[in-house]
């Protein structure tokens, strides 16, 4: 109780003196004796002045600019001077971020002058949605949670009970100093998340409001930052200068945050107004998670607690809840139906709807896709006589193939060490997705305005997910997937990787990259098993291939075990678990798939680095790391992408990607896969 008297005392005196005509200095406020808890909560660091000639950053005509204070008219009031614009006046609470001095040189208040919301935008080396929202995340991630210590008091000091005993005055300063904690930033100490390759001494005023214009957006929009404007402590009629509680922005805590994206999400997102305007990066992330509840993955499994909610996504189940649906599957499906995110169609004969996982429009161009994949492949021809052997090799079941390896004569002029063969390992080829490599006056119907409606359907599902309740996900609609996979007796469009390999060491000789047309003979890995264990004497070319095949490379796999401690320990890990389990088989035919698929990524990724080009690939997925690369474009975003800087870089087919792009790319597919992560991590939690 002493303790609490003490508080209330010497904040009573801190903030009589804080009113008087002559406000204290912040090394006056540092200096004053005083218990560290009363301290903390006026933190000398958040005191500063506004006064004639000062840099401050403020909210106008619903924008932030920059500006030079020109006169102080009021303890609420100051000119301002914005943009080579004549004087105007603004309030107080306008006023997010007051700069200090050593912020505020000759130089750089010319500079403000002149800056702009456009020519901050157009500082941007790339003005991608992706680029700018992974450089928010960052700064989120960095400023959200509050860093407390024991000097440090806490939200219990703020209770009614004891603001009740201060008057309104003190009570509102002492919740405005608690505010300005760790998670407190300004745009100044943003901008090098967005403007990573500038130093804290060459970021332009520029560059400051291009970061504060879209930490003002994502606050409007989004469910991140919130604006915490300057908070007067004293005014000084006679200096001309207002002591403030220095303002920037807040990073709000993850349940706030996906309750005001929630929030916003359903403003933007209604009956009134479905599928809103154009989607902020909070609404595609919110849409992505919505589908796995609509295909079961967060329903609560456990039939022996009904009164368990079906979901524990705080995003998904609060604009579900301000959307006026139910916290269901099926009020998932409908909200997805209204946002045209899938789409609903009823069947005559039943009189009952059913609901598709695309939107009409991709359903649209999906059709579109069918009949082009039909005319493309009559009019691509092979000669037989070109033709070696190529398997794809996968589960009974597989529906979608999309890799395949096989075997062709070396030149014999090239020939080295006496192996006459080189590997040809071919993913199927999505370029016509990827980036509408068509011709539209021969192939019909399907446009470039299809092809990129269907890119843009990957792009916000990124995964394929197999493992819901209620059905798999698609990276795209069955349709598109089954003209583009390889098939058995048709002519196969695919980008091959062709190695030339040494027989005896594995070492690989020489290799490239083709686009080119495969005939391939399907087989299950039971059917594969088969032909490996033949007898020699009822053999016949295939079997002799598909041995070929086998020993080329184990080969290879023997030379990257003994050469990569990575593949070593996959190895060991992946035999341990075949020995262990009943359902997880690692057969002969298992291996020739993954050392394929292996030697396909490590080769590519080798001669695009040759190249000096940017690799796009999942986060965390280096060959280095074991990880794969353009091997499952029917399958992953990322590996589509991927495809097309192959086809670019070593094939001079379309444009190459950047760096920035590639880097994009990847960050969105590892918060995708993140986001997948944190829905089983959910989903076994409450089994």
Not at 56 to 61: A, F, L, Q, R
Not at 82 to 95: F, K
Not at 158 to 169: A, D, G, M, R, Y
Not at 645 to 662: H, I, P, T
Request: overall charge positive.
């Amino acid at each position: 109780m002493f303790r609490l008297f003490l508080f209330v005392f010497c904040l009573r005196c801190l903030l009589e003196h804080s009113f008087s005509l002559v406000p204290p200095l912040n090394n006056q406020i540092a200096s004053m004796n005083m218990p560290a808890l009363v301290k903390s909560s006026l933190d000398p660091s958040h005191i500063t002045k506004i006064q004639y000639k000062t840099i401050v950053e403020v909210n106008v005509d619903s924008a932030v600019q920059l500006g030079v204070i020109t006169s102080v008219q009021s303890k609420s009031k100051v000119g301002i001077k914005l943009d080579g614009e004549a004087e105007r006046t603004v309030d107080l609470g306008q006023i997010i971020t007051v700069y200090d001095e050593s912020e505020s040189s000759s130089h750089t208040k010319e500079s403000i002058l002149t800056s702009s919301a456009k020519t901050a935008l157009s500082t941007l080396s790339s003005s991608s949605v992706d680029e700018i929202e992974n450089g928010l995340e960052t700064v989120w991630k960095r400023y959200r949670k509050r860093k407390g210590g024991k000097d440090k008091f806490t939200q219990k000091h703020l209770t009614k009970k004891e603001l009740h005993q201060l008057s309104p005055v003190v009570a509102e300063i002492l919740r405005n100093a608690y505010k300005r904690d760790a998670s407190l930033f300004r745009s100044l100490d943003a901008t090098l998340s967005l403007f990573p390759k500038k130093s804290p001494k060459a970021t332009l005023p520029s560059q400051i409001l291009a970061t504060a214009t879209f930490i003002l957006s994502d606050s409007r929009t989004g469910g991140r930052f919130k604006r915490l404007p300057c908070f007067p402590l004293a005014y000084d009629e006679v200096d001309g200068s207002i002591l403030v509680l220095n303002g920037g922005w807040l990073a709000n805590d993850e349940n706030m945050r996906q309750t005001n994206e929630a929030s916003k999400f359903a403003q933007r997102n209604n009956n009134e107004n479905p599928g809103g305007p154009e989607l902020e990066a909070s609404d595609e992330s919110i849409l992505s998670r919505m589908e796995f509840l609509a295909m079961g993955s967060d329903l609560k499994l456990r039939r022996d607690d009904v009164s368990a909610p079906p979901c524990d996504d705080v995003g998904v189940k609060e604009a579900l809840k301000k959307l006026g649906l139910p916290v269901t599957p099926q009020g998932a499906k409908a909200a997805l139906v209204m946002l045209n995110r899938w789409s609903e169609k009823k069947e005559e004969a039943h009189k009952t709807a059913q609901v598709s996982p695309w939107s009409e429009a991709t359903i649209e161009s999906s059709n579109n896709f069918i009949a082009y994949a039909k005319a493309r492949r009559k009019v691509k021809s092979m000669e037989q006589g070109k033709f070696f052997p190529n398997f794809t090799i996968d589960a009974k079941k597989t529906v979608f193939r999309d890799d395949a390896v096989g075997i062709q004569p070396r030149p014999k002029k090239n020939v080295v060490n006496g192996n006459k063969y080189e590997l040809v390992i071919s993913i199927t080829d999505v370029s016509a997705v990827s980036w509408a490599d068509i011709d539209e006056s021969r192939d019909g119907g399907f446009t470039k305005e299809d092809a990129e409606t269907l890119k843009k359907a990957a792009q916000s599902r990124c995964l394929s997910r197999y493992d819901l309740p209620f059905g798999p996900l698609h990276l795209l609609p069955p349709p598109v997937l089954q003209g583009l996979s390889i098939k058995e007796g048709d002519k196969n469009e695919c980008v091959s990787v062709i190695v030339y390999l040494d027989e005896e060491t594995g070492e690989v000789i020489d290799a490239r990259v083709e686009r080119n047309l495969i005939l391939a003979k399907s087989l299950s890995y039971e059917e594969a098993n088969v032909m490996l264990d033949s007898e020699e004497e009822g053999r016949g070319k295939t079997q002799d291939a598909l041995l070929k095949i086998e020993g080329l490379l184990s080969s290879w796999q023997r030379r990257r075990i003994l050469t990569s401690a990575v593949s070593k320990q996959r190895n060991e890990r992946l035999a341990s678990r075949s020995e262990r389990s009943r359902t997880f088989a690692r057969s002969r035919a298992h291996r020739i798939v993954d050392s394929s698929l292996d030697l396909y990524s490590t080769v590519a990724t080798k001669l695009l680095r040759d190249k000096k080009a940017p690799v796009c690939r999942m986060p965390g997925s280096g060959v280095n790391k074991g990880g794969r690369l353009a091997t499952g474009p029917l399958r992953r975003w990322v590996d589509m992408l991927a495809q097309k800087q192959m086809l670019a870089v070593l094939v001079g087919a379309g444009n190459a990607m950047s760096d920035e792009e590639c880097r994009a790319a990847s960050e969105r597919a590892g918060r995708m896969r993140n986001a997948i992560a944190a829905s089983k991590y959910r989903g076994n939690n409450s089994k």
